[in-house]
């Protein structure tokens, strides 16, 4: 099983990044997925989930009205569009499905 992160990097405060969590080795198509991020010295929070069919999805607070959250299910791959970048969204993001977990990718959030 695999699932792997891209997509960040390095953003200006007000910018946008499009995260990709690619899956392999598993039915992801039958799993309701999820994004976590997890900034220095605070604990992994949830950001967004999906449902296994993309028919439903939630937000934390912080990312309500600025991200999205979807899915390719015949691409095995699940989404998250941030916009309106701020400094409080750097941290690494992970992808979540089922049990299995991505190793994270870093957005930094600067000018």
């Known amino acids: 099983v695999q699932l792997v992160e891209s997509g960040g990097g390095l953003v200006q405060p007000g910018g946008s990044l499009r995260l990709s969590c690619a899956a392999s080795g598993f039915a992801f198509g039958h799993y309701d997925m999820s994004w976590y991020r997890q900034a220095p010295g605070k604990e992994r929070e949830l950001v967004a989930a999906?449902?296994?069919?993309?028919?439903?999805?939630n937000y934390a607070d912080s990312a309500k009205g600025r991200f999205t959250i979807s899915r390719d299910n015949a691409k095995n791959t699940m989404y998250l569009q941030m916009n309106s970048l701020k400094p409080d969204d750097t941290a690494v993001y992970y992808c979540?499905?089922?049990?299995?977990w991505g190793q994270g990718t870093q957005v930094t959030v600067s000018s």
């Open positions: 979540k499905g089922y049990r299995y």
């Open positions: 999906i449902t296994s069919d993309g028919g439903s999805t």
